[in-house]
T-cell receptor, first 113, second 114 residues
Framework: GNSVTQMEGPVTLSEEAFLTINCTYT??????LFWYVQYPGEGLQLLLK?????DKGSNKGFEATYRKETTSFHLEKGSVQVSDSAVYFC????????????FGAGTRLFVKA | ETGVTQTPRHLVMGMTNKKSLKCEQH?????MYWYKQSAKKPLELMFV???????ENNSVPSRFSPECPNSSHLFLHLHTLQPEDSALYLC?????????????FGPGTRLTVL
């Protein structure tokens, strides 16, 4: 079945450090890939997405590239801020008209000033 | 503000109580979802409604009963819950239902079952 695996947290970084959160997936067909972010006390919100191979999603300085050959969708940011502290979820959904989105377990990021 | 509201934000209930969670979306979407988020576990999809018809029910115990009276409102009725049901319950909506669409989440209801 379909699945998403992301690196375990927590990840602790100093402000302005480079961030990578790894995400790999298994899926039949050609899924769409997402990164969602959950700030403390809030629900999830979409950070970025990519719908086909080699697409790059980007938002708020975060980027992720859909790599079909390595079945990966790693999240990166060049310089993190304290306000980026949150839980990040990688997710996929198949383009088959179904309703299920598969979420990874989430990676908690702490950014220290 | 994502356009999806949930009430109450916090709920404490005993195992014999009956309560309901409410979700409302102001985005004109036609699919709505209930998820359960427990500590150290992946997000669990519970129910999906598309055009007010239930299209997904992931082996959820019958003590959870969803209701979707129209495309803007979704309820989760709770009765005789167990302590292990304590979790954050998230509602979400999307535009067309097909899973390629972005889901918009509410802030969640933090449920504690005593």
């Amino acid at each position: 079945g379909n699945s998403v695996t992301q690196m375990e947290g927590p990840v602790t970084l100093s402000e302005e450090a480079f961030l990578t959160i790894n995400c790999t997936y298994t899926a039949t067909g050609y899924p769409s890939l997402f990164w969602y972010v959950q700030y403390p006390g809030e629900g999830l919100q979409l950070l970025l997405k990519a719908t086909k191979a080699d697409d790059k999603g980007s938002n708020k300085g975060f980027e992720a590239t859909y790599r079909k050959e390595t079945t990966s969708f790693h999240l990166e940011k060049g310089s993190v801020q304290v306000s980026d502290s949150a839980v990040y979820f990688c997710a996929l959904s198949e383009n088959t008209g179904g309703f299920k989105t598969i979420f990874g377990a989430g990676t908690r990021l702490f950014v220290k000033a | 503000e994502t356009g999806v509201t949930q009430t109450p934000r916090h709920l404490v209930m005993g195992m014999t109580n009956k309560k309901s969670l409410k979700c409302e979306q102001h985005l004109g979407h036609n699919a709505m979802y209930w998820y359960k988020q427990s500590a150290k576990k992946p997000l669990e999809l519970m129910f999906v409604y598309s055009l007010e018809e239930r299209v997904e029910n992931n082996s959820v115990p019958s003590r959870f009963s969803p209701e979707c009276p129209n495309s803007s409102h979704l309820f989760l009725h709770l009765h005789t819950l167990q302590p292990e049901d304590s979790a954050l319950y998230l509602c979400a909506s999307s535009q067309k239902g097909p899973s390629t669409d972005t889901q918009y989440f509410g802030p969640g209801t933090r449920l504690t079952v005593l």
